[in-house]
């Protein structure tokens, strides 16, 4: 039985083209509006990221990078080869660890 197919994407900065985030969805589009919706509540430091974009009326690009069904593997290995010290992770893919969420925004 083959698995789900799912995009492995990324998040750039819509000034300087940056690639800072990497992530899976299955509905790219879906998964760009959800960071938005998110970030006026999350607390994590993409959504911070994108807080502040929006701050500016500006909102990140994204990318399809790949579509395949071994998407833990896929993100792992891209968020590795494309970590600089600038993405913003919190884990090294496929996993969503506990994020300490603070109050307000």
């Keep these: 039985m083959t698995g789900r197919i799912?995009?492995?994407?990324?998040?750039h900065?819509?000034?300087t083209g940056e690639l800072?985030?990497?992530?899976?969805?299955?509905d790219p589009a879906a998964?760009?509006?959800?960071?938005?919706?998110?970030?006026?509540?999350?607390?994590?430091?993409?959504?911070?990221?994108?807080?502040?974009?929006a701050a500016q009326g500006l909102t990140p690009s994204m990318q399809v990078i790949e579509w395949t069904a071994a998407w833990k593997e896929a993100e792992t290995r891209l968020i590795g080869e494309h970590?600089?010290?600038?993405?913003?992770h919190l884990a090294e893919g496929?996993?969503?660890p506990a994020w300490p969420e603070a109050a307000g925004a």
Aim: some cysteine; glycine content about 6%.
């Design 6 to 11: 799912s995009a492995i994407y990324s998040l």
């Design 13 to 15: 900065c819509p000034v």
């Design 20 to 26: 800072r985030y990497i992530g899976k969805a299955n």
């Design 31 to 53: 998964r760009l509006k959800s960071h938005l919706r998110d970030s006026r509540v999350r607390m994590t430091p993409v959504y911070a990221w994108i807080r502040k974009l």
């Design 83 to 88: 970590a600089d010290g600038r993405t913003l």
């Design 94 to 96: 496929g996993a969503k």
